[in-house]
């Protein structure tokens, strides 16, 4: 089991920027990949970006490539996603997953284990 924790969410203008914490308790995460989706009102969950625990690989959403940045802190066992030159469309729920492979995945179906959701908006 995976416990998985969001915070940093909130109401930032257009072209600010914040930076989301998911902290993970309950196993070892050496073999796992840790990934951030976000869901707008109305639309399906989609793939933002995600990093591979043991190696550090990454992977972005070309909506986010430039912007957005994952990076992982081994002795915190905590996830990060820093957003720069955030755009209102950027505006959804943001959820940390946990799912074990080596590979990196942008799959929503491929990730195990959920966090609640934090909620960031961009105002124009």
């Known amino acids: 089991q995976v416990q998985l924790v969001e915070s940093g969410g909130g109401l930032v203008q257009a072209g600010g920027s914040l930076r989301l914490s998911c902290a993970a308790s309950?196993?070892?995460?050496?073999?796992?990949?840790m990934g951030w989706f976000r869901q707008a009102v109305g639309k399906e969950r989609e793939f933002v970006a995600a990093?591979?625990?043991?190696?550090?690989?990454?992977q972005y959403a070309d909506s986010v490539k430039g912007r957005f940045a994952i990076s992982r802190d081994n002795a915190k066992i905590t996830v990060y996603l820093q957003m720069d030159s955030l755009k209102p469309e950027d505006t959804a729920v943001y959820y940390c997953a946990a799912g074990l492979s080596t590979q990196i995945m942008s799959v929503r179906g491929e990730y195990q284990y959920w966090g609640q959701g934090t909620q960031v908006t961009v105002s124009s």
């Open positions: 309950g196993r070892s995460l050496s073999r796992w990949v």
């Open positions: 990093i591979s625990w043991s190696v550090g690989n990454t």
